[in-house]
């Protein structure tokens, strides 16, 4: 048994290289109260994130468009090696009861990732949380700091960090997104 998930573990640790692992499962944050997709949706840039192997450009920003059955539009960008680069997926409401802990997919063949909107304003900044749980071993985070300018107000980054630390969510490696020459490709 022991083999069994040193294996396992040898064959999914490389997936997650550039995320932030941290052993156990995935943590319950608490996620915005009465939250509205519609009010949410909208473009949103990016602000500082917990490293991803997914996004690794500048300028990243994503826009969320509603659509009629309620589901989710999501077309995320971002300028790499001088190039934009776009991807667009789809996102759910995962409980109805909750509606800030939506899922979303690039793929269709991929399932759902988490995509919890922790706290938001909806005109200024939202912090957002993903975890994904291994086995129950482990988990992968990540973590985003949006806001709806290229350069939010003073204060954005430390209220999000106040929302992470609140939730118990360890935002140590967080670095900035450059948003500065995004009219340049």
Same mark, same amino acid.
């Given at each position: 048994m022991t083999g069994s998930i040193a294996l396992v =573990?040898?064959?999914? /640790?490389?997936?997650?290289? *550039?995320?932030?692992?941290?052993?156990? @499962?995935?943590?319950?944050?608490?996620t915005q109260a009465d939250f509205s997709i519609k009010q949410f949706a909208g473009r949103w840039y990016e602000i500082a994130k917990l490293?991803?192997?997914?996004?690794?450009?500048?300028?990243?920003?994503?826009?969320?468009?509603?659509?009629?059955?309620?589901?989710?539009?999501?077309?995320?960008?971002?300028? =790499?090696?001088?190039? /934009?680069?776009?991807?667009? *997926?789809?996102?759910?409401?995962?409980? @109805?009861r909750n509606p800030a802990k939506l899922g979303i997919t690039f793929s269709y063949v991929l399932p759902y990732t988490p995509y919890w909107i922790l706290s938001t304003d909806y005109v200024n900044a939202a912090v957002?949380?993903?975890?994904?749980?291994?086995?129950?071993?482990?988990?992968v985070e990540f973590a985003w700091v949006l806001s709806r300018v290229r350069a939010p107000p003073a204060g954005t980054l430390e209220k999000a960090?106040?929302?992470?630390?609140?939730?118990?969510?360890?935002?140590?490696q967080m670095i900035a997104t450059r948003q500065q020459g995004c009219d340049k490709a």
């Open positions: =573990l040898l064959v999914l /640790l490389p997936l997650v290289r *550039g995320q932030v692992p941290h052993w156990g @499962p995935c943590p319950e944050p608490i490293p991803a192997q997914f996004e690794k450009g500048r300028c990243i920003e994503t826009n969320f468009t509603v659509k009629a059955d309620n589901s989710v539009r999501v077309v995320s960008s971002e300028i =790499l090696r001088g190039e /934009l680069r776009k991807i667009e *997926g789809f996102g759910i409401t995962e409980d @109805p957002v949380y993903s975890c994904t749980d291994i086995l129950r071993l482990f988990h960090d106040e929302v992470f630390a609140k939730n118990s969510i360890d935002v140590a």
